[in-house]
């Protein structure tokens, strides 16, 4: 089989999945819990509905990807990596794809995993996913064998793999008996190292070790939310502490082990405290604002351009975060596979002089410029705040909208009533590459093009970015995509949000990741 | 269970000018009337002259000056964004206080015209006292949130959502008045000699329901400015661009540990406000109507 | 007795149909919905839409309401779209919190107002009566959330007496019960205790004026005797009243207060509902919250009626 995942390797992602292999085959020992058992308390920010994760968007990945696993996940820096399939091979034309499944898995009720319950899954998430259009090109899948899976695409799509070991909505593999679970009532049953135990609503969820769990010696150590993986601490409870100052206090006087989200202030507050160990995800949150092209006066590409020229972004960033940021002049992070800073001459450019005559040429007339933000996601909030500011200063109207965030989601998806709107993209880049910009694309465009239809030249490099048969190609084609987002003003990043998370000293092995990981993790006596 | 109080009843023939009545007399001789009126006052002219202050914008950001606590150079302190705190509470003060004088008004209005409607017909006694019920059923945080968050963040959508829940309260006590007043004999006289309902209600009903009212209302003043901070807190209400006292707790909660004072100022401004309602209401309460007991909610 | 406790159960059916389209009606008013909420930043329009569908809240609004009450006559308040559960299962699930934690503080409430009201009013116009009810005043001035914030770091964080916040069951472990539910209980009953301390206040000087307790004290009897036997009967009249009421603010008091604790209470899980636009557990949630307070209302009516004859029994006032 090994050599099936090296061809993979070789042709389609190249220089990707191998730097992932590379990196498992350096760490030579293979992870062992030095310390075994415990009750691990981890407290989140988010109050998490429910655990099912075809349906759900939001954060209950942070429990969930210690409970279920996927065919193909994503590793530390976002590449495809193979987690219940022992294996994929691609048709030549990148049009079929057939997965081997690993062997000895089994499910938390004891069952044998096989390629029934891989379909099974695969149609649930077909039916309810939140994320089902990727798989949009499918025409057929179908299970020949116990451990054989096949997936027919209606074209060739070469990012195929990339789109569907995306986290953001992860498609877990669950059994085929709970396959019919209407949207929201999944019982949670997984193939993870943590099986679940029993939640409270929007309070606690608690989750065990799975003792029957094989993890996957292709691999030393954890990687993304696969590779080699073991449950240390007998069991984790999760607290949902949506108060930022309650979970913080519960984090210093040792009532929890660990808090996901630690805030800014907090984190220079405990820097020397000996008893807590604070790690951060450099790169977590992309905070993005983008323009309404049926709304005058940002139907105007000129207005648009006169806004980006006036805008500084240190100081939006300041706010938004509380000075834990970095600038980015890309929609992708420094060091993802299709990372570029094309056109990342019109990011923070600080010159209102050329806002002004930009404006002047625009025929601008003091129209309103609508901030459409809400509050409950603070730094949105600070970013439009200082951002309005900005605009003041060169002569543009603008004035701030804030609904509370459904609302405002709600409204930025119509075409009247707001000019700009503020989001936070986290898990738009587990999405690789074409995926981050499929925001900006037909049919789903958020920046709100005429008739719907997004710019031709964006357009092009976009579906080059998708079917581009090689990395190169396809990164190329992402660079092209970007500089005309920049040229055109469709998209406007401000720069990356940090993540934080912080756990008591005791707590070894924790690393921060796009959502919490609770394998690997042990107590210290 | 409200009667009339003696005292308004006797004042109304002499027509004595109201700051020369016995009423008035009592009222600054009651020293929680009178400390609850400093202390609104104090609150209420701060808030009305904070344009002549000569205070820096409470929105001007100077991110450089973030988090700094009270000292000579910024009295109170400053936010998250290097806005002035002392201004800030000082504007936000403006705003609570004008959504609980607006809730005030909606429940004068609304709470009068419909208490003594259901109080003085007993047609629509039934209907609307049923749809004052199935309001009042409701825990009143979650029928303003309910509200609130239907009519979108703004300072009037507060003003609704919290008059709303306060509208049934003060119409029933209004109506409970009207009930007693309605069988007085001066007023059975006046309909005995033919004067029609309109001018019954207002000459002779109403000035004779004041009492309660005026009671209630001031303490509708007070759980109003409790309530605009809940909502807020909640992320409802008016928008955190114009800043009200609940705003500025919400806003300062998540530096509770490292800047206390951006949640301790605005939650003692309205302490001291609410404070003060509430001596003002227990003074006219002893004065006007002893034996009142508001209803809360 | 029997006649009047029927006549107030069928006037409350009209109410309660009353409570259910208002909660509808706002709810139809609300802008955004559950798909907006879950699919939270970032998310892509499309998506939205189809997580709509999942959720079949594209069905037009007339449908669900129908839907709505054809269910309700079967008992089934329908199902949570964010839990996945029953309403009735999470409202049943979220109740015993709630009302531990309501219990606890009324009986802070009662315990603390009586005496703090009885004894300002035995000692009228002196510095005890000053200081009680300066602080029963200061207590109905704090916004109950503030306090809350401001108790967890003083208690929790500087001194490390309490818990953060969390909830232990009081069957699984008292103590922890006690610790987890002291500081949202304080919070919930200060306001309570000083608005009852001052109503007692009040009553308690009322009655001390009475006929009946000047002939009491004339005989002798002992003035603790005259206080407990003869005056505190009536004081208790009107705080039975004010109890129904109490417990309808401590409910609604419990949706911040169970935020800031993390308590899995029915307040935060009501509150919780409308931010998420969680129809099915708002409609079902409010129409439960509202019968239960409406019943125990009544109750308590006819506790009233039934130990003072004297209330007309007419359901006004």
Redesign the interface.
């Known amino acids: 089989m090994r050599h099936v995942v090296r061809h993979l390797s070789a042709a389609l992602l190249a220089g990707v999945s191998l730097a992932a292999l590379a990196q498992a085959a350096a760490a030579q020992q293979r992870f062992e819990c030095p310390r075994r058992g415990g009750d691990l308390i981890f407290a989140l920010e988010a ?1 998490i ?2 655990l ?1 994760q075809h ?5 209950s990945r942070n429990v969930t990807m210690n409970i279920f696993e996927t065919l193909v996940t994503r590793d530390e820096n976002m590449n495809p990596l193979l987690d219940l399939a022992e294996s994929v091979t691609p048709s030549a034309d990148n049009a079929v794809y057939t997965f081997r499944i690993r062997e000895g898995v089994t499910f938390h009720n004891g069952k044998a995993l096989t390629s029934a319950d891989v379909l099974a899954s695969f149609q649930r998430y077909q039916r ?1 996913g ?4 990727i798989l949009e090109p499918v025409t057929r899948m179908e299970a020949p064998d116990a451990r054989t899976f096949v997936i027919t695409l209606r074209e060739p799509r070469p990012t195929f793999l990339e789109a569907i070991s995306s986290f953001t909505v992860p498609i877990v593999i669950i059994p085929a008996e709970n396959a019919d679970a209407p ?4 019982p949670i049953v997984g193939t993870g190292p943590f099986q679940f135990v029993d939640r ?5 969820i608690r989750i065990r070790r799975y003792d029957g769990y094989r993890p996957d010696t292709r691999h030393q150590q954890m990687l993304g939310f696969a590779g080699y993986r073991q449950a240390c601490v007998d069991t984790v409870t999760f ?8 979970r ?3 984090l ?2 040792g ?1 929890v082990h660990g808090v996901e989200d630690l ?1 800014t ?2 984190q ?2 405990l820097a020397g405290n000996p008893n807590i160990r604070i790690s951060r995800l450099d790169h977590y ?1 992309l905070v ?1 604002g983008y323009p309404n092209l049926s709304q005058a006066p940002t139907d105007n590409v000129l207005v648009r351009q006169a806004m980006q020229a006036a805008l500084n972004m240190e ?1 939006i960033m ?2 938004a975060t ?1 000075g834990a940021f970095r600038l980015n002049p890309s929609f992708q992070f420094p060091g993802q596979a299709y990372y570029t800073d094309a056109g990342g001459n019109l990011y923070n450019q600080r010159n209102q002089a050329r806002a002004r005559e930009l404006l002047a040429r625009s025929g601008y007339r003091g129209e309103r410029v609508v901030l459409l933000t809400n ?4 730094y ?3 970013a439009a ?2 951002m309005s ?1 900005q605009l003041k200063a060169v002569g543009i109207n603008a004035e ?12 930025s ?1 119509t075409n009247a009533g707001w000019n700009f709107f503020y ?6 880049f587990a999405q690789g590459g074409a995926q981050s910009l ?2 900006l694309a037909n ?4 920046h709100r093009p005429p008739n719907n239809q997004s710019d031709d030249v964006f357009m092009a490099a976009f579906n080059d970015i998708t079917r581009g048969a090689t990395l190169d190609e396809r990164r190329a084609a992402f660079a092209r995509a970007q500089a005309r987002a920049f040229d055109q003003v469709m998209a406007v990043p401000f720069g990356v949000m940090p993540k934080a998370q912080a756990v008591r000293a005791n707590v070894e092995g924790f690393r921060p990741y796009y959502a919490t990981r609770m394998s690997n993790v042990w107590i210290r006596n | 269970m409200a009667a009339p109080d003696a005292a308004v009843l006797e004042d109304r023939p002499a027509r004595v000018p109201f700051w020369r009545g016995p009423t008035f007399r009592r009222l600054i001789h009651h020293r929680s009337f009178v400390i609850g009126a400093i202390l609104v006052s104090i609150v209420l002219v701060t808030a009305l002259i904070a344009p002549w202050l000569d205070l820096p914008d409470p929105n001007r950001l100077a991110i450089r000056f973030r988090f700094r606590p009270p000292s000579g150079e910024f009295l109170l302190g400053t936010d998250n964004l290097g806005r002035s705190m002392l201004s800030r509470v000082i504007w936000g003060g403006q705003l609570s206080l004008a959504i609980g004088l607006g809730v005030v008004l909606l429940n004068a209005v609304f709470g009068v015209t419909l208490g003594a409607a259901a109080g003085y017909f007993g047609k629509l006694d039934g209907p609307l006292m049923r749809f004052a019920d199935a309001l009042m059923a409701f825990p009143s945080v979650l029928l303003a949130i309910g509200i609130a968050a239907a009519l979108g963040p703004s300072a009037m959508t507060a003003v609704i959502a919290l008059a709303v829940v306060y509208i049934p309260r003060t119409a029933r006590i209004v109506r409970a008045s009207v009930l007693v007043v309605r069988e007085l004999e001066f007023v059975q006289a006046a309909r005995a000699s033919g004067a029609d309902d309109w001018r019954i209600l207002r000459q002779h009903i109403m000035p004779n329901c004041m009492a309660p009212l005026i009671v209630q209302l001031s303490f509708v003043f007070a759980y109003a400015v409790l309530s605009e901070a809940v909502l807020s807190f909640l992320g409802l209400g008016a928008p955190p661009t114009t800043p009200s006292w609940g705003i500025l707790i919400a806003e300062g909660r998540s530096y509770i540990r490292e800047a206390a004072w951006l949640t301790i100022v605005p939650g003692v401004a309205i302490a001291i406000t609410v404070f003060g309602l509430n001596l003002l209401g227990d003074g006219l309460r002893d004065v006007l109507d002893p034996r009142l007991r508001v209803e809360q909610g | 007795m029997g006649r009047y406790a029927t006549k107030r159960l069928l006037q409350a059916i009209p109410i309660l149909a009353l409570v259910s389209l208002i909660s509808f009606g706002i709810m139809k008013l609300v802008p955004g919905d559950p798909a907006t909420v879950m699919a939270g930043p970032g998310a892509n329009p499309a998506d939205v839409e189809n997580l709509r569908r999942t959720l079949g809240l594209d069905k037009p609004f007339l449908s669900q309401l129908v839907i709505f009450y054809v269910n309700l006559v079967q008992g089934d308040l329908g199902r949570s779209l964010m839990l996945g559960t029953p309403v009735t299962d999470a409202v049943i699930e979220r109740t015993p919190a709630t009302l531990a934690i309501a219990a606890y503080a009324m009986g802070l409430t009662v315990f603390f107002g009586l005496l703090a009201g009885v004894v300002a009013a035995l000692r009228q116009n002196t510095w005890v009566d000053q200081i009680v009810s300066s602080i029963a005043l200061i207590g109905v001035s704090l916004p109950n959330f503030w306090l809350g914030l401001v108790m967890i770091v003083l208690f929790s964080v500087q001194l490390g007496w309490l818990p953060t916040g969390g909830y232990v069951e009081f069957r699984t472990d008292p103590v922890g019960w006690l610790r987890t539910a002291t500081m949202p209980a304080l919070s919930l009953a200060l306001l309570q205790i000083g608005l009852l301390a001052r109503i007692t206040r009040s009553t308690m000087l009322e009655v001390l004026r009475q006929d009946y307790i000047r002939t009491a004290r004339a005989k002798g009897i002992s003035e603790f005797r005259v206080i407990m036997r003869h005056a505190m009967a009536n004081v208790m009249i009107p705080v039975v009243t004010v109890i129904g009421i109490i417990l309808s603010v401590l409910i609604s008091g419990s949706v911040v207060v169970e935020t800031i604790f993390a308590i899995p209470g029915i307040g935060s899980l009501l509150g919780n509902a409308i931010l998420r636009r969680d129809y099915p557990l708002i409609q079902g949630g409010l129409l439960f919250v509202a019968t239960s307070l409406m019943v125990l209302n009544i109750l308590i009516d006819l506790l009233y009626a039934y130990f003072d004859p004297r209330v007309r029994i007419d359901g006004s006032a």
Request: no cysteine.
């Open positions: 109050r509905a429910t099912d349906v759900n968007p939001a954060s309810v939140f994320d089902r259009s949207a929201q009532q999944l409270v609503a929007d309070t606690q607290r949902m502490m949506p108060e930022a100052g309650a913080t206090a519960a210093e006087v009532e805030p202030v907090a220079r507050r949150a993005v100081e300041e706010a509380d509050r409950e996601y603070s949105m909030y600070n705040l200082v500011e701030l909208l804030v609904l509370d965030w459904p609302a405002a989601l709600q409204l998806t989001t936070g993209w986290t898990s738009v499929r925001n049919p789903a465009n958020v």
